[in-house]
């Protein structure tokens, strides 16, 4: 038993160190190309950021594992816009996310996470159709937001190209965090399958609770971050990029290799409350009169609570 909590918390720290180094490659290679710190974090950091749950997803979904791969997703989006948010919120000043992009994004996260439940909702299960038109809206918004991020930089693809092959170092390190995650990625799935029947509880709940938290690592780290080196539209652009990139990226390429079928009780309470937490994520954006502190520490207190309800 002690090798295998061993091996989770091993695998949790190649994941995290892995994202750290892909984050920082991915923010230098946006500072090269001149993109605004918004869409850095929109797309890119929340691309780099979001690679965990995407790949633990992954193979969790290729080993049979699907109810792990869609705790991790479930869970990821409710540590997002629940504890993250929080943390933001009481740290930060917020008012960089209340502007015409933060609000759309808002919109498409919240109108996306409704889809999601409704899809569940009818059908119970996502399958390859699902899975290949949650692929198709991920690569939509990352087009979108990287089409503006062109057209404010004032940059071309062939100029993008340029600067890329003139900095081969940021390209290897960039990889190299690729590589790092997928190594930790294929263990954390390992050690969680193993933890569950050591633990004797669920896939789903430790797919939802520790395989989610820890996955989630790295976008807490980078918006700590952010927000400590006094680059808020980084971590706010990051949070609403990620949670998309979760539920479309992660969520459809876990639904093509392999059907992803949701329980009653994941109906019942855990997609309302990220219903919840999308729907206060589209207030905050679009009514900048709340008390934004309170609302991050409510946010917060809901999330612990959350966690004591899945436990007990």
Not at 214 to 232: K, N, Q, R
Request: charged residues 10%.
């Amino acid at each position: 038993m002690p090798q295998i909590f061993f091996k989770f918390i091993l695998s949790l720290i190649v994941v995290v160190c892995g994202a750290r180094f892909f984050i920082k490659t991915s923010v230098s290679l946006a500072r090269l190309l001149r993109f605004p710190e918004m869409v850095i974090g929109a797309t890119i950091v929340s691309l780099a950021t979001t690679m965990p749950e995407s790949l633990v997803s992954l193979f969790a979904s290729a080993t049979n594992h699907s109810s792990l791969a869609f705790g991790n997703i479930v869970g990821s989006g409710l540590v997002n816009l629940g504890f993250l948010l929080g943390v933001i919120l009481l740290a930060g000043h917020g008012q960089e996310g209340r502007g015409g992009r933060g609000k759309r994004r808002s919109l498409i996260l919240f109108f996306l996470t409704l889809f999601v439940y409704l899809w569940f909702l009818v059908f119970g299960r996502i399958g390859l159709i699902g899975g290949m038109i949650l692929i198709a809206l991920a690569f939509t918004f990352l087009v979108y937001t990287l089409r503006y991020s062109l057209k404010e930089s004032s940059e071309t693809l062939r100029v993008v190209e340029t600067k890329l092959e003139a900095h081969p170092k940021v390209l290897f390190k960039f990889l190299l965090g690729v590589f790092l995650l997928i190594l930790g990625a294929r263990f954390l799935v390992e050690s969680g399958v193993a933890l569950t029947q050591i633990l004797g509880l669920p896939e789903l709940v430790v797919g939802i609770s520790l395989v989610a938290i820890g996955t989630s690592l790295p976008e807490l780290v980078t918006a700590l971050t952010a927000l400590a080196s006094g680059h808020e539209k980084i971590s706010l652009g990051n949070l609403t990029g990620a949670t998309v990139l979760t539920f479309t990226l992660a969520l459809g390429l876990a639904a093509v290799i392999s059907e992803v079928k949701v329980q009653a009780s994941v109906l019942r309470f855990d997609l309302p409350l990220l219903l919840f937490f999308s729907g206060l994520t589209l207030a905050f954006s679009h009514f900048p009169r709340l008390p934004q502190k309170a609302l991050g520490a409510f946010l917060i207190i809901m999330y612990l609570f959350y966690l004591v309800f899945v436990f007990l």
